[in-house]
């Protein structure tokens, strides 16, 4: 069974840049669809996003597109997210996620593995 650790968090001015890494265990990563969610304190945890087993298809939550990029390297079982123009409101814990079918999906039900969380925050 895939495990996963994220790593990559950190402390960051609005306007900044961050890149979250998601390094997995196991022999099976390529298979699994890997998604990012977030977690503010007091809120439910959100999808921000979600790439296939090949890279070639994504998801993204809509406040996030056109700053954050979702990729992996299946010869490196490692996902990332680049956060660009990053905002205050970005600040939270940013959990990776796998999903063993390989389907995307925005739901934090479907997802199978969690990592520990990294934090991220954005100060103004």
């Known amino acids: 069974q895939v495990q996963l650790v994220e790593s990559g968090g950190g402390l960051v001015q609005a306007g900044g840049s961050l890149r979250l890494s998601c390094a997995a265990s196991?022999?099976?990563?390529?298979?699994?669809?890997m998604g990012w969610f977030r977690q503010a304190p007091g809120k439910e945890r959100d999808f921000v996003a979600a790439v296939a087993p090949s890279g070639g298809t994504t998801l993204y939550l809509d406040s996030v597109k056109g700053r954050f990029t979702i990729s992996r390297d299946n010869a490196k079982n490692t996902a990332y997210l680049q956060m660009n123009s990053l905002k205050p409101e970005d600040t939270a814990v940013y959990y990776c996620?796998?999903?063993?079918?390989?389907?995307?999906?925005?739901?934090?039900?479907?997802?199978?593995?969690w990592g520990q969380g990294t934090q991220v925050t954005v100060s103004s």
């Open positions: 196991g022999r099976t990563f390529s298979s699994y669809a």
């Open positions: 996620a796998a999903e063993a079918t390989g389907v995307l999906s925005r739901s934090v039900r479907v997802y199978d593995i």
